[in-house]
């Protein structure tokens, strides 16, 4: 398999997240960016990659974005398909990992949990980058409507993954929105018990585990301090 190659922005980098970085949010640790799902799947699956960091600095210089297709990374290299669009990438890699459902009709499936996992991290990552707290109280509310999906279809399914029998890019997805809610608020998981064996046995999966408690993952921002 070629070896792929992931070039993007650290969140600091971004503008919002100089924004953020400025207001009351300032902390060492930022919120995840949206490319760590493709990071997650690749050192799950033992995928061998190199990561390459642009710097605002490199970004401004001009050619690096005049070379990029849309003008903006995340940029994925696998051999000598280059791709552009964080969702692209991310389906690219599933298929290509093998973790996109046994057919069509499980793709579909990991399709749907995919986006409504993305509307979840949407919502995280903007109330991650708002200047205060106001947001919080009112987030963790709606918390048990948005994942009792999750909740109610992982009890019902017999095979301990969302969709199939097997892990796909659904579970990357949901795996890591876990981890980040556990940061912000510990006991969040109380009220979803399939969820919270389901993150157990996830992240004891030896290659996940490894990364999970690596310096690399540790050092990657999940929720600053402040919003903890
Ligand atoms: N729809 C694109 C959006 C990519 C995007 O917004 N990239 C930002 C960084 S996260 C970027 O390259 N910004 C620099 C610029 O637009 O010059 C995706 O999902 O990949």
Redesign the pocket.
Known sequence: MARFTLT??P?QD??RAAQALKSEAKTSRSPP??AEVIRLMLKDQGADFDEKVVTMEM?KEGTL?AS?L?????MFQDGDLTL??????RRHLARKLGVYGKDQREAALIDMMDEALQDILNKFIKLMFEKDDTGKEGYLKGLPKDFMPFEKTLSSNEGGFLVGNKISLADYALVLLLIHHEVLSPTFLDAFPSLQDYLKRMCARPNLQAYHQSDEFKSRPIVPEKKA
Request: with cysteine.
């Open positions: 993007y922005f969140v971004t503008k960016g949206r970004w974005k990029c849309f003008g903006q990374l995340p552009y669009q964080t969702n692209a990438i």
